[in-house]
């Protein structure tokens, strides 16, 4: 019943989304393929979308998330770091305490929506 | 620590949001002034969006969460049903149990984050 709308966390670096839903999808596409743009391509996002989250990540945290190697951004490759494992993995189970915190009430406040095909 | 950006919960209506933190804030709004279009000018939001919003958890819910007052929609008054303050009230027990669940993580997760103006 939860979806990826129904429950966002973020975590905020002033008024930048330091980490949330978009960006753990780009981490997880950029660990699988090796490269920033490879990830991009398999989200239907730009390279230069996926570029700008990758810096706002790099950029918030004390370490970067992303690493890139030698020889230009696009073709070099890159991997997520250590750090980036650590966060994905708190984020997670964020996610999961929170959506039990709530299924309750959320369960509730579903059963007095009409049902229809929408 | 926690802001309206940290954490968000929606209640879903297939793809549309029933409920959600603007939801909440417009039928306060509602409830203080008395009418759709004054709550919209205190949120800084169109008549035109306020009414939307309003017709989307209308139709989302079995029951209406706003009344209007016959004699125009616009210049007849408005006020929040019962089911809307059932429905607040849940969706602020949510909120504030999910805030807790994800206390820990989000402050470890902050701590990784570097200290700047932004």
Known sequence: MMNSKTLRLRVMHGDTIAFGP??????????RSGSISAAAR?????????????????????????????????GGGARITELAHTVIERYRRMQINAEKAVADDMAFLQSLIVVTSN
Chains 1, 2 share one sequence.
């Open 22 to 31: 978009g960006k753990v999808d780009l981490l997880l596409g950029i660990e």
């Open 42 to 74: 398999d989200m239907d996002m730009s390279y230069r979308r996926a570029w700008i989250l990758v810096q706002e990540m790099n950029s918030s945290f004390a370490q970067p998330l992303v690493e890139t190697a030698t020889g230009g951004a696009r």
